[in-house]
């Protein structure tokens, strides 16, 4: 596809204070935008009169209504299979993007990967004023780094829609999966994912945004593993990852040590175990560097994932 369709797929919730920037960033985008979805969760300010007013300028802004709040997670996974364009890309209701943001990211689609995504730069008053860029260097993109580490976030994505599909089942079966690492996790099994390594969305941190809320908590070294150890014998922190490794074993994998690591990840202490000695042979798999160090952070990986496995799957 040369010129693929692009749907953009935006969740919105209470954001009329940011909103109208972020909508005259995606109009002005250099790419034509086959349709943008806004689906609002019971929004109580001015956010969907906001939309109608843009609606009725633009015809390709369609906007939809939740009859319940669904939340941040559940609202994104219904709203993306809505989508008819040939690529879709995510965009949260806060944020300002780069005009050429999606020309960008559809050259790289088209060049045969399956997924698309880039650096973002965090600001907080002023996108003329950056704190940081949130991939510090370029991130290692593996199969098993995204089973056990997802890091890739909506707002930096574009993907094909031959992932629709496989997306709406597995919600079907697990309806509180984390959308952003599942829809990773499918583009992978079906193509290369590729980055650009430039900022091309101005990601704005503020108190009141959904991926503030969630933030997980933080360890030393040592107290890290300890906690992960303990983990390792808890079932109730064994329930979430088991859970989530179930949806995802019927994902065609290419790689050996993924398929390996999701089949000792569902079983006994021992087979967890296993998994983690999988992962300290495959240590570039998870950083560019391979040093004795990050093969102690590889080994301990799947620990670590059943010590925070609540953001895989959220109520």
Not at 64 to 73: D, I, K, M, V
Not at 101 to 114: A, C, R, T
Not at 199 to 214: C, F, M, Q, S
Not at 225 to 250: C, D
Request: aromatic share 12%; net charge positive.
């Amino acid at each position: 596809m040369t010129h693929p369709r692009v749907s953009i797929v935006m969740c919105t919730y209470n954001g009329e204070q940011f909103l109208r920037e972020q909508l005259d960033s995606i109009i002005g985008q250099t790419y034509p935008i086959y349709e943008l979805i806004v689906q609002d969760d019971g929004s109580v300010d001015g956010t969907i009169e906001i939309i109608r007013e843009y609606a009725e300028r633009y015809a390709f802004i369609k906007l939809f209504t939740n009859e319940r709040q669904l939340g941040y997670n559940q609202n994104f996974l219904s709203a993306i299979l809505k989508a008819k364009g040939d690529a879709i890309a995510i965009s949260d209701q806060d944020d300002i993007w780069h005009t050429q943001k999606i020309e960008k990211q559809i050259e790289k689609l088209n060049e045969g990967h399956s997924m698309v995504f880039h650096n973002s730069l965090l600001f907080e008053e002023s996108p003329h004023t950056i704190l940081s860029e949130r991939h510090k260097e370029e991130p290692v993109v593996s199969e098993l780094r995204l089973i056990l580490k997802p890091f890739i976030p909506g707002h930096e994505c574009l993907f094909t829609r031959k992932a629709l599909p496989i997306i709406k089942r597995l919600y079907q079966q697990e309806p509180n999966l984390a959308y952003a690492y599942i829809t990773a996790l499918v583009c992978i099994t079906l193509g290369p994912i590729s980055y650009i390594n430039e900022g091309l969305v101005y990601w704005r941190r503020h108190p009141e945004a959904a991926t503030r809320k969630n933030k997980s908590k933080t360890y030393s070294a040592f107290h890290g593993i300890l906690i992960s150890f303990a983990a390792l014998f808890q079932q109730r922190k064994r329930n979430i990852p088991q859970r989530y490794f179930n949806v995802i074993y019927a994902l065609p994998f290419k790689t050996v040590a993924a398929q390996k690591v999701i089949v000792y990840m569902q079983g006994n202490t021992i087979q967890i175990l296993k998994a983690c000695f999988v992962c300290g042979r495959h240590v570039s798999a998870f950083f560019k560097k391979i040093s004795i160090r990050n093969r102690i952070k590889a080994l301990f990986t799947p620990l670590h994932l059943l010590r925070d496995a609540g953001f895989l799957i959220r109520s």
